[in-house]
Nanobody, 127 residues
Framework: QVQLRESGGGLVQAGASLRLSCAAS????????MGWFRQAPGTERLLVAAINRNGANTYYADSVKGRFTISRDNAKKMVYLQMNSLESEDTAVYYC????????????????????WGQGTQVTVSS
């Protein structure tokens, strides 16, 4: 199967940038469509960005369009989330997730499509 580990979170000021990384292990990473979710205290886990298995297609939540970029390197089994112009509303725990049953060009946009999850990394943006 697939194991996922996020890194790159931290405390930054509004307007700064961060790059989150998700390292995958296991033999089936290339079968994964990948997503980045975030969850703030007392709220539900929401999809921020997603990318299909070969990186050709992406999805972004309206709240991050133009500021965040998702990418993947299948050879390195890595997924990235470049976050620019961070706002206090971006403060949350960020999770990467894999939909191991995704069809090649599909970008899943619901949490229940994803079946492998990392432990999360905290991003805090101070205003």
């Amino acid at each position: 199967q697939v194991q996922l580990r996020e890194s790159g979170g931290g405390l930054v000021q509004a307007g700064a940038s961060l790059r989150l990384s998700c390292a995958a292990s296991g033999s089936m990473f290339n079968r994964c469509a990948m997503g980045w979710f975030r969850q703030a205290p007392g709220t539900e886990r929401l999809l921020v960005a997603a990318i299909n298995r070969n990186g050709a297609n992406t999805y972004y939540a309206d709240s991050v369009k133009g500021r965040f970029t998702i990418s993947r390197d299948n050879a390195k089994k890595m997924v990235y989330l470049q976050m620019n112009s961070l706002e206090s509303e971006d403060t949350a725990v960020y999770y990467c997730a894999c939909d191991i049953n995704a069809i090649l060009y599909t970008v899943p946009t619901t949490a229940d499509a994803y079946d492998h999850w990392g432990q999360g990394t905290q991003v805090t943006v101070s205003s």
